[in-house]
Antibody, heavy 117, light 112 residues
């Protein structure tokens, strides 16, 4: 199994970022894809998830108004777009299956997003 | 949101000794299907998190049995029976019963 995320991003305050996460080695529609972020020196924070089978999404209330998570079954890729960036959004962003049951769970290597003027 | 409180936040351990991390929830993590969705993750320095335990006490594939999870309801524990140098990192509990998913603050395990 491989979970490959897009590369480092440097953004201006107020702009948007869109990160990709391409999987291989398992059936994309078998598991939801979640996005989790980690600010420098801080803990893990769940942002939201998408069900690739039917595009159903759910988001953490904190991000509800400015995050969009999608899944493209033609390329086995999930995307996370975050708008209205501030310095508080500087973090490592991970895609993950974040399974609560079942013997395997997959994580991407992370995408560093830096927001700076 | 469900709040998970881990303790201790820092855990210096002697190599070969046991370590124990507590995770307490402000709500029951028993799902309507009867399962309790409490996971434990390990994050080694500079790496992505890795799931160790799911549903309180089930091992992720490939995880050594030095790691064990226990607990019920609102009170959970991760134990490392004999700490090795490779165990250094931050350990997080996470609940998968309620939305949104939430994590504990993390416990940093280091070698004395």
């Amino acid at each position: 199994v491989q979970v490959v995320q897009s590369g480092t991003e440097v953004k201006k305050p107020g702009s948007s970022v869109k990160i990709s996460c391409k999987i291989s080695g398992y059936i994309f529609t078998d598991y939801h894809m979640h996005w989790v972020r980690q600010a420098p020196g801080k803990g893990l924070e769940w942002m939201g998830r998408v069900d690739p089978e039917d595009d159903e999404t759910s988001y953490a209330p904190k991000f509800q108004d400015r995050v969009i998570i999608t899944a493209d079954t033609s390329t086995d890729t999930s995307y996370m777009e975050l708008t209205g960036l501030t310095s508080e959004d500087t973090a490592m962003y991970y895609c993950t299956t974040l399974r609560v049951a079942g013997a395997v769970d997959y994580w991407g290597h992370g995408t560093q997003v830096t927001v700076s003027s | 949101d469900v709040v998970l409180t881990q303790s201790p936040l820092s855990l210096p351990v002697t190599l070969g000794q046991a370590a124990s991390i507590s995770c307490r929830s402000n709500q029951s993590l028993v799902d309507s299907d009867g399962n309790t969705y409490l996971n434990w993750f390990q994050q080694r320095p500079g790496q992505s998190p890795r799931r160790l335990i799911y549903k309180v006490s089930n091992w992720e594939s490939g995880v050594p049995d030095r790691f064990s999870g226990s607990g019920s309801g609102t009170d959970f524990t991760l134990k490392i029976s004999r700490v090795e140098a490779a165990d250094v990192g931050i350990y997080y509990c996470m609940q998968g019963t309620h939305w949104p998913r939430t994590f504990g603050q993390g416990t940093k395990v280091e070698i004395k």
